[in-house]
């Protein structure tokens, strides 16, 4: 329910998941009308009526009023759908972390509901501590977690070579070998003073 910014933000990352997705709101943002055309989502055209919480598993109220998201919570608890008003805690069942995606890593930040901007800005420093490189870096420990696996190991030999292979020295050497020069040493004094 909504169609501005807040409510694009949550459809493009449910979509990302092969959710149908349909849209109330009697506005929409350029962004998810031109979903609607292409087919993507479902756009209805009209004010909330709770009715437009039947047959879906999953609700989210992102309009600016407080009371519709509240009038779409009630209709979801009668009809038992799981429901997310934003910025609103007492009108969720669930919440939404705030998420950084690294390719396959992905970290999440949850205040329960309480400080949505705290995790936004938690969220924001975390992009620029992983940077993208953290996805080719994944990749590349999983290959090598797979080889030792295959091995014949002792435990002890194999969870001490596991823990090597994710140890900071061995993301150092990775991305010598990528960049071909030296990266810096994340315990030196210049990178604490950063």
Not at 150 to 171: H, I
Request: net charge positive; charged share 30%.
């Amino acid at each position: 329910m909504g169609a501005g910014k807040v409510a694009a933000a949550k459809i493009a990352g449910i979509l990302n998941y092969g959710a149908k997705v349909v849209v109330v709101s009697p506005r929409a943002i350029r962004e998810i009308k031109d979903r609607a055309r292409a087919g993507k989502i479902t756009w209805h055209q009209h004010k909330f009526s709770p009715s437009d919480v039947k047959g879906a598993f999953l609700v989210i109220a992102a309009t600016n009023s407080s009371e519709v998201n509240a009038a779409v919570f009630r209709a979801c608890q009668a009809r038992r759908v799981l429901c997310n008003a934003v910025d609103d805690p007492k009108n969720c069942d669930f919440f939404y972390p705030a998420v950084v995606r690294r390719g396959l890593l992905q970290i999440a930040i949850s205040t329960n509901g309480r400080a949505p901007a705290l995790a936004a800005r938690l969220r924001r420093e975390l992009e620029h501590q992983f940077g993208p490189e953290w996805s080719s870096w994944i990749q590349h420990v999983g290959k090598l977690r797979r080889d030792i696996q295959r091995q014949k190991l002792s435990v002890k030999t194999r969870r001490r070579r596991l823990l090597e292979l994710a140890s900071p020295e061995a993301f150092r050497s990775f991305l010598r070998k990528r960049t071909g020069r030296k990266s810096p040493n994340p315990s030196s004094a210049k990178h604490r003073r950063k």
